[in-house]
């Protein structure tokens, strides 16, 4: 379809609209709008809101975009990552190409949140070739009316945000003393659960005093260590109650559980039923 709003370049100008089906609303990432435009100087375009995540690729020129949090250049080469559900605007002052997909699904919410919060509103890769490729093979899907799917769709698109992720993660980590810090302590107490794991001596570990420790682990995880810990511990003692026959206080012992009434007391509250009845449950499953 050829552009119809003011300030877009009818000739080299496309886009395309996508209904997704039930089962792409769902299970997957799909696309709802996807397009290669060619602005002209002086476009605007304000929105309260407009239901979807919308990434653009800047090819040339730039563009400025407002959202709640203030307003952002983007150059050539950048990318952008808009929130639509939310109030924002973009215009440029220059003739700009840009290459865009409006998107949304199950995850995408997750997956914005993650990234915006590393990376923010307008970001560059090191190397952006691929989500370029992949940006516009679902692009050229649908320029060439190839046939849709909408699983390949999803993965193309999971592709996309997961390389923006690990954009995210790597621009956390090379901000912080000890790079990859919180992760070397994960894999230290998926090893030692058997252990005490005080938390001044997982912060030492990290080379972090230990409230520094205690807020980074909360921003990395979403967890703080002494409820990581236990969750940890917990998710050890399920897989043990059902893939074992080990009696409780040695699972107890095996997870780090002080004794078996506290741990029977702490099971039940999570779970809703005892230690014995979530074993006999996952036999009763077996059969």
């Known amino acids: 379809m050829k552009p119809a709003e003011h300030g877009i370049r009818n ?6 609209i996508y209904t997704p089906s039930k089962t792409a609303l769902q299970t997957f990432l799909y696309p709802l709008r996807v397009g290669l435009f060619r602005y002209e100087a002086g476009y605007r375009q304000e929105r309260s809101s407009f239901d979807s995540f919308l990434l ?16 952002h250049h983007a150059g050539k080469g950048d990318f952008v990552l808009l929130d639509c559900y939310r109030h924002h605007s973009y215009g440029t002052d220059e003739d700009s190409d840009v290459l865009w997909l409006h998107f949304d699904g199950t995850m995408a919410r997750a997956y914005f949140d993650l990234i ?31 046939r849709i799917s909408e699983p390949g769709m999803s993965k193309y698109i999971t592709d996309i945000l997961t390389e923006f992720a690990v954009a995210a993660a790597d621009s956390a980590t090379s901000q912080q003393r000890q790079p990859y810090a919180i992760e070397d302590v994960l894999t230290y107490i998926a090893g030692h659960l058997s252990e005490p794991l005080p938390i001044d001596e997982l912060a030492a570990r990290a080379y972090m005093s230990e409230y520094h420790f205690i807020r ?4 990395e995880t979403g967890y703080t260590p002494h409820a990581y810990i236990v969750d940890a511990r917990m998710h050890a003692a399920k897989y043990l109650l059902i893939n074992s026959d080990m009696p409780l206080k040695q699972l107890c012992d095996e997870c780090g559980f002080t004794d078996t009434s506290t741990f029977c007391a702490a099971f039940k509250r999570k779970n809703g039923m005892s230690p014995i009845e979530f074993r006999r449950q996952g036999e009763l499953r077996q059969l």
Do not use: W
């Open 11 to 16: 000739q080299g100008s496309e886009f395309y």
């Open 56 to 71: 653009m690729a800047i090819r040339s020129g730039s563009f400025d975009i407002t959202t709640e949090q203030g307003t």
């Open 116 to 146: 915006d919060g590393k990376l923010g509103t307008v970001f560059s890769l090191k190397d952006p070739a691929y989500v370029l490729n992949r940006l516009t093979a679902i692009y050229d899907v649908f320029h060439a009316a190839s």
């Open 216 to 219: 980074v682990f909360k921003k």
